[in-house]
């Protein structure tokens, strides 16, 4: 399976966007799709995650409430649509796809990745 992020920018506190994670090569619906981000000289960590059945949506404490993921079967991705974001979202987004059950790639655990696509906010 291929993953491709985009739809990163340069947008003020308080603005909105949307990054998109396209998946191509496989059954587009047999996949859990996670979204990561990495900050400068931080760790990456965890920010949503689509269960391939759609009976699993979670969010990270830090964007839960301003960030909604979702699915289009049409265009075959899964979208990350963050709202009044913050300085503090500034960070590189990757997203991720694995099979089977959602914990794995909860923690990272995957070999298919995104090339990452980037998210600045200036305050």
């Known amino acids: 399976v291929q993953l491709q992020a985009s739809g990163g920018g340069l947008v003020q506190a308080g603005d909105s966007l949307r990054v998109s994670c396209a998946v191509s090569?496989?059954?587009?619906?047999?996949?859990?799709v996670a979204w990561f981000r990495q900050a400068p000289g931080k760790e990456r960590e965890f920010v949503s995650l689509?269960?391939?059945?759609?009976?699993?949506?979670s969010y990270a404490d830090s964007v839960r409430g301003r960030f909604t993921i979702s699915r289009d079967r049409d265009r075959h991705t899964v979208d990350l649509q963050m709202n009044n974001l913050e300085p503090e979202d500034t960070a590189i987004y990757y997203c991720?796809?694995?099979?089977?059950?959602?914990?794995?790639?909860?923690?990272?655990?995957?070999?298919?990745w995104g090339q990452g696509t980037s998210v600045t906010v200036s305050s």
């Open positions: 991720a796809a694995r099979q089977g059950s959602t914990g794995p790639l909860r923690n990272g655990r995957s070999e298919y």
């Open positions: 090569g496989r059954p587009f619906e047999t996949y859990n």
């Open positions: 689509f269960s391939w059945d759609g009976r699993i949506i």
